[in-house]
């Protein structure tokens, strides 16, 4: 069986992942349709992969029997209503993270996706990028001990348009929860507290939406261990994804800022090219996310990182953003969620 997948949004990771699809990069899964409101959108991505359809309305692509599953990455405050839709109508979904942006939309998410017996995967890229996994390999076979610290840096080139800051949800739940999700998965222990501070260094028009564009979170694990995750969106040399895990036996780094495994040595000294952006460093991720969506969807196998992390990562998110406003820890409620690993 091929998965006939329709993507909606096509912005900055809405293109990356209908590209993925539409030059069968995913095995197991083909581009249908694609969606998007913005006028000339959809028709300039279909006629760019040689599609016969598309379409401004993903109603549209709700009522086509010929989709299986939607591809959605919109932006986050459309998650919740676009996810309930495509559950009514029995399409399978993987959506982008966040899951949504507020509690009561992520468990009315859960119950509908439950009561249309369809599956949802989130996307938490990290986990299938092969580093990370190869990471949490050697972090399970003991390597480094027992993992007790975990430090996470995410800067970003720039900041993206002020029309997408608008609708992110701030800091902590746009560019944390990458963080959070994938410390919850490599530490193997839920998040118990977390305070955050922030500021803004280079973005004015971010304070209007009470958003920052440098940020920390301190954090603190059912397990004992502790962490600090370093959110930014002033990177201005490249895309800068650093990860350790510190273990009482000896540490493990993740992820290079390296594009290309040169280093260039000439009469000026000696430079490397520097990772420019996340659909670069992701790209392996973002592929093998939805070739294992597609594989799911195949097989009846439970996605790798479902609504129910959505929403331990969205409750962490909003603990971290609660925990910035008002200058206190904040502490989660989470002691009796099984971290899967
Ligand atoms: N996993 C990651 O690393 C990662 C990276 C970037 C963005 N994201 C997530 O992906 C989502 C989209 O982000 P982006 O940066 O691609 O945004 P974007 O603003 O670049 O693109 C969003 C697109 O969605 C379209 N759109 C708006 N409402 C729609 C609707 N109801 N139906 C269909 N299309 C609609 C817009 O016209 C636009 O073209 C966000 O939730 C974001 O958090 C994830």
Redesign the pocket.
């Known amino acids: 069986m091929t998965v006939r997948c329709a993507v909606?949004?096509?912005?900055?990771?809405?293109y990356h992942h209908a590209k993925n699809l539409a030059t069968h990069q995913i095995s197991g899964a083909e581009l249908i349709t694609v969606?998007?409101?913005?006028k000339g959108?959809a028709a300039e991505v279909a006629q760019e992969f040689g599609l016969p359809n598309c379409t401004r309305s993903?109603q549209e692509v709700f009522e086509d029997s010929e989709i299986d599953a939607v591809v959605i990455?919109?932006?986050?405050s459309?998650?919740a209503n676009?996810i309930k839709q495509a559950a009514k109508a029995g399409k399978q979904i993987f959506v982008?993270?966040?899951l949504t942006q507020n509690l009561t939309e992520a468990q009315e998410i859960i119950n509908t996706i439950s009561e249309h017996n369809v599956m949802c995967q989130v996307?938490f890229?990290r986990r299938f990028d092969p580093a990370y996994a190869e990471a949490k390999k050697r972090i399970v076979a003991g390597d480094i001990g027992e993992p007790i610290y975990f430090k996470g840096i995410t800067r970003d080139a720039g900041s993206?348009p002020e029309?997408?800051i608008k609708h992110?949800g701030r800091m902590f739940l746009?560019v944390s929860i990458?963080d959070y999700d994938i410390a919850r998965y490599l530490m193997n222990s839920e998040i118990i507290s977390v305070s955050a501070q922030g500021k803004v260094l280079r973005n004015g028009f971010m304070e209007k939406y009470n958003d920052v564009d440098q940020a920390i979170s301190y954090i603190e694990f059912e397990s004992g261990a502790a962490g600090d995750i370093e959110a930014s969106r002033n990177s201005p040399y490249g895309h800068d994804i650093r990860t350790e895990v510190i273990g009482t036996e000896g540490s493990i780094f993740i992820g290079t800022l390296r594009n290309q495994n040169i280093t260039l040595l000439n009469s000026k000294g000696s430079n490397y090219e520097i990772i420019p952006d996340?659909q670069t460093r992701?790209h392996d991720a973002y592929r093998l996310e939805l070739v294992d969506f597609a594989d799911c969807i195949r097989t009846g196998n439970r996605p790798k990182v479902t609504e129910f992390d959505g929403k331990i990562n969205l409750e962490i998110a909003i603990a971290a953003t609660e925990a910035f406003d008002s200058g206190t820890t904040v502490y989660l409620n989470n002691q009796n969620i099984a971290v899967k690993s």
């Open positions: 909606l949004g096509l912005g900055r990771l809405g969606c998007d409101p913005m959108r993903p990455v919109t932006p986050t459309t998650h676009l982008e993270k966040p996307g890229m993206p029309e997408f992110s746009d990458h996340f992701f």
